[in-house]
């Protein structure tokens, strides 16, 4: 069984900036990607941003430019910087990975991000 640990929500003024971490543990069978997602209320969840084993990064729309994801394959954990935060930005995002051969989709138990004064 494979268990994702969240770290770093929390509220954050408009234009501030919040760091995000994931660290997958337990049976892992070679992490091939790892993203974030988020759904904001009343709304569906939404990509914000992957990455590959390899590096190559894919974003959503709304915070290409602002957001930026990165991994350490060493130590399973998926980070994203978030910069220029806006009040649209508040939802609650959820580590996702998928890992071996059959690509096994897991998800964490998603950390809340509030942009507000």
């Known amino acids: 069984q494979v268990q994702l640990t969240e770290s770093g929500g929390g509220l954050v003024q408009p234009g501030g900036s919040l760091r995000l971490s994931c660290a997958a543990s337990?049976?892992?069978?070679?992490?091939?990607?790892m993203g974030w997602y988020r759904q904001a209320p009343g709304k569906g969840r939404e990509l914000v941003a992957t990455i590959t084993a390899g590096g190559y990064k894919l974003y959503g729309a709304a915070v290409k430019g602002r957001f930026i994801i990165s991994r350490d394959n060493a130590q399973n954990t998926v980070y994203m910087e978030m910069n220029s935060l806006k009040p649209e930005d508040t939802a609650v995002y959820y580590c996702?990975?998928?890992?071996?051969?059959?690509?096994?989709?897991?998800w964490g138990q998603g950390t809340q991000v509030t942009v507000g004064s």
């Open positions: 337990g049976s892992i069978d070679s992490i091939s990607v």
């Open positions: 996702n990975i998928e890992h071996g051969a059959a690509g096994e989709d897991v």
